[in-house]
């Protein structure tokens, strides 16, 4: 007589302790395949994202500047304070596309160590040399 399916050890079902270890659950993140081509799309919802985390950084150090000009506006009456809120965001869309453009090239970390000199230097080397390529301005090289 031949055995039942699954009647015999490791069957279908997993057996004695079966269900644990590895879930089957799909991952939050849909995977994306790094391979596929950027799209224009792709690229505008990056750069809104990159100016909406710069504005969210920027917006403690903007709002004590705002309060420390308003006593001083209104002793003055001076109306500047428009038209310098309106360079500020093309300011922040500049400064966020070079951060962009430099985060591309995958700068390497330095812990600011210096107990090797030459690897200081070799890093030191680097960022200049994605500066270079980047043909970033000198004002903007930090």
């Known amino acids: 007589m031949l055995p039942r399916r699954g009647a015999s050890r490791g069957g279908r079902r997993g057996g004695r302790g079966a269900g644990r270890g590895?879930?089957?659950?799909?991952?939050?993140?849909?995977?994306?395949?790094?391979?596929?081509?950027v799209t224009q799309a792709d690229l505008a919802a990056m750069e809104q994202c990159y100016q909406d985390m710069l504005q969210a950084a920027l917006a403690p150090f903007l709002a004590a500047q705002q309060?420390?000009?308003?006593?001083?506006?209104?002793?003055?009456?001076?109306p500047?304070?428009?038209?310098?809120?309106?360079?500020?965001?093309?300011?922040?869309?500049?400064?966020?596309?070079?951060?962009?453009?430099?985060?591309?090239y995958n700068p390497k970390t330095f812990d600011g160590s210096m107990d090797n000199p030459?690897?200081?230097?070799?890093?030191?080397?680097?960022i200049e040399t994605i500066f270079r390529y980047m043909k970033c301005p000198e004002d903007q090289k930090v």
């Open 67 to 78: 309060n420390q000009a308003a006593p001083i506006q209104a002793q003055t009456a001076i």
């Open 22 to 37: 590895q879930s089957e659950e799909q991952p939050a993140v849909p995977a994306v395949d790094p391979n596929a081509p």
């Open 80 to 104: 500047s304070a428009p038209v310098e809120a309106q360079l500020v965001p093309v300011q922040l869309s500049a400064e966020a596309k070079h951060l962009r453009d430099f985060r591309k």
């Open 118 to 126: 030459t690897k200081a230097q070799m890093w030191l080397t680097s």
